[in-house]
């Protein structure tokens, strides 16, 4: 089984930063894109941003220019550096990442348990 445990979440002012990680851990043969997703009350789970294997990167355009996605392959690990957040990125931010079990599986989207980032004004 494979399991996205994230951290680096919490509380930050207004124009603040954080950093938040996700580790996939279990058994697999490759994680093709990794990616963050956030969910605040009452709406749905958008797209934050995703890499994929090779390194390109795509971002929500309410993001743009102030969050960074980035991983390290031989940690199995995804990062999103969050700067000058505002009151609109308060959410869960959960990682998701398409992984391949076995040489000739096909890829399963797994998701992680979420990470509240609140932010105050």
């Known amino acids: 089984q494979v399991q996205l445990v994230e951290s680096g979440g919490g509380l930050v002012q207004a124009g603040g930063s954080l950093r938040l990680s996700c580790a996939a851990s279990g058994r697999f043969s490759r994680i093709n894109g990794m990616g963050w997703y956030r969910q605040a009350p009452g709406k749905q789970r958008d797209l934050v941003a995703r890499i994929t294997l090779t390194g390109v990167t795509d971002y929500a355009d309410s993001v743009k220019g102030r969050f960074t996605i980035s991983r390290d392959y031989a940690k199995s690990t995804v990062y999103l550096q969050m700067s000058s957040l505002n009151a609109e990125d308060t959410a869960v931010y959960y990682c ?3 992984v391949r079990l076995t040489l000739y599986s096909n890829f399963v989207s797994y998701w992680g ?3 509240q980032v609140t932010v105050s004004s």
């Open 96 to 98: 998701n990442a398409d």
């Open 113 to 115: 348990q979420g990470t």
